[in-house]
């Protein structure tokens, strides 16, 4: 070790913020102070001064610090001066190492004014540890809390919203940008990819929201970006549930208090707080942009600038592959070009007939019968909404309203029953204890009355799980209702329109019968599947009447 007289002494301070919170007494300032000071007492000469200034002990990747370890390789320094060994760290490993093997082994001293570096040192390193891992603790559980409790904790307000002036725990809709939100959400449901939204924002000069962010704070942005759109932060946007009012935190955490790597959390460890501020979206908007997620419908503009309208949505009925979109091109006798865009089955097209038929169909073919269906059905539910209701119970095999009032009668006998059973064995324990029965008597009944009231309860059990399973065919039905009634005179069959109401197409291959092609194609619509199976010769002949 270095002499007394010839020692390169570097001083370390740190700060984290909590320790800005115990007082001036580990301030900067006075750590600065007290160890300068103590460095001219001792006529040492002083190399440099170390500060890191906000950061954690745990965290080994301090800037000042890994420049101080720099030093020390370079024999810049010979002697490091600290406050207490919790400034060099708080994980006592970590510290147990540095002091008492890199140090030593670069010919470097390590000296604490407040502590004396003995082999008391491992057991103040430990207690040094044990504080971050109490004070991690306690942070985490009140941030849970908080989060539970509906508070926005996030450092920046998701674009659309800015943190209340009076209370940086909520967020109110921020009248700027907040159109620009809605407008995404619809572009992205109009079935627009996340490339396309991002050239129209950009053509349209919308400012992106980091750029947003820095020009209301009047200041320049410090990291240098192209200040454009991205797809990413629109990919995240229509995902965020505070759009729908909703704040949900925990998705990422770290991996220990000792480790502040992120890493992604499962969901049932996530902590969602419902109706927390003003949404910028109706739940229908968001539901549609989420159910593209699902099902992989994906629209693909064509080189003319027309979208794809089914790509995502067709299934073959054979092999169960998607269908895939092509064009086909040829010149006409008077120079004039051809062009039809069609579909055939993805299994065929990669591999031909030997794994499936081509099932071809155009597109101008699906148009025309798809947009009927729909204006069908439609008129269908416009007229008996009710009756198509009904019979979409009978093919979903759901009990009807019918069956949840008898399931809510068995539900009320079996409780008037299990009140009986309750003061029969509360009866039979004041005759065991009179001696009006005996104990063998006693368990015998007291056994077959304990049965039945558990078989009661059971049987109460499984009519409310079938009352809620009515109650959410119920809302299903009424959903799919309430959208295609919007739909009778239906002219243009856009993405939109196939994203609110077509779950999925199976196209079967085409067949001659006698001199007629046909073939069977399925549509299932969202909430409420296949409807051509429902039993609807009532409704029809109805229909027709009103018609006419």
């Not at 400012?207 to 759109?229: D, S």
Request: charged share 30%.
């Amino acid at each position: 070790m270095a002499n007394q007289k010839d020692r390169a002494v570097g001083i370390y301070v740190r700060l984290s913020q909590e320790d800005s919170r115990a007082g001036e007494s580990v301030s900067v300032e006075n750590q600065k102070l007290m160890l300068t000071k103590h460095v001219k007492e001792m006529g040492w000469e002083l190399k440099e001064i170390y500060i890191d200034d906000g950061w954690s002990g745990t965290n080994q990747n301090r800037p000042a610090f890994q420049r101080m370890m720099a030093d020390v390789k370079q024999g810049f320094i010979n002697t490091i001066l600290i406050k207490d060994l919790s400034r060099l760290g708080r994980n006592y490993l970590e510290v147990g190492q540095l002091s008492e093997v890199f140090l030593p082994e670069h010919g470097c001293e390590l000296i604490s004014i407040s502590e004396k570096i003995d082999e008391m040192a491992v057991f103040r390193n430990w207690f040094n540890e044990q504080h971050s891992k109490t004070t991690s603790k306690k942070v985490k559980a009140a941030r849970k809390i908080c989060a539970e409790n509906g508070k926005f904790l996030g450092t920046y307000a998701p674009y659309g919203y800015k943190k209340d002036p009076e209370n940086r725990h909520r967020l109110i809709i921020d009248e700027m940008t907040a159109p620009i939100v809605r407008r995404i959400f619809e572009m992205r449901a109009g079935g627009m990819g996340f490339r396309a939204i991002v050239c129209k924002l950009n053509e349209d000069g919308v400012t992106p929201p980091k750029e947003y962010y820095y020009q209301n704070k009047n200041r320049k942005n410090p990291i240098r970006t192209n200040g454009l759109w991205g797809e990413t932060p629109i990919k995240q946007m229509v995902r965020n549930e505070a759009y729908i009012g909703n704040l949900v935190h925990g998705k990422v955490g770290t991996v220990s208090y000792k480790n502040s790597k992120t890493i992604a959390k499962p969901q049932d460890e996530w902590i969602r707080a419902e109706g927390t501020h003003e949404p910028i979206i109706s739940m229908e908007l968001w539901d549609k942009v989420q159910s593209l997620f699902q099902k992989d419908y994906k629209p693909r503009r064509r080189k003319d600038g027309q979208t794809n309208l089914f790509v995502g949505l067709l299934n073959c009925m054979d092999c169960g592959f998607k269908l895939r979109a092509l064009v086909e091109r040829r010149d006409r006798p008077d120079g004039s070009e051809y062009r039809r865009n069609y579909y055939t089955c993805g299994n065929y097209a990669r591999s031909g007939k030997l794994a499936c038929t081509i099932h071809c169909i155009p597109e101008t073919t699906l148009i025309d019968l798809v947009s009927e269906h729909i204006r069908t059905h439609a008129r269908m539910v416009e007229r008996n909404e009710e009756r198509i209701i009904e019979a979409i119970f009978t093919m979903q095999k759901s009990e009807t309203v019918s069956y949840r009032a008898a399931y809510q009668g068995e539900i009320e006998n079996h409780k008037k029953q299990i009140a009986k059973l309750d003061l029969i064995i509360e009866n039979l324990y004041g005759d065991r204890v009179t001696g009006v029965i005996s104990e063998d008597m006693f368990k015998r009944y007291a056994a077959k009355y304990e049965q039945e009231r558990v078989d009661r309860l059971k049987s109460v059990e499984t009519l409310e799980s079938r009352i809620r399973a009515i109650k959410e065919n119920t809302d299903n039905a009424e959903t799919w209702t309430r959208l295609i009634k919007q739909y009778t005179t239906l002219e243009i069959l856009d993405s939109e329109t196939l994203l609110l109401l077509i779950d999925k197409i199976i196209i079967g291959e085409s067949e001659f019968t006698g001199k007629e092609r046909t073939r069977e194609i399925k549509i299932e619509y969202n909430y409420v599947g296949d409807l051509d199976r429902l039993e609807l010769g009532e409704a029809v002949a109805a229909d027709e009447r009103e018609a006419v």
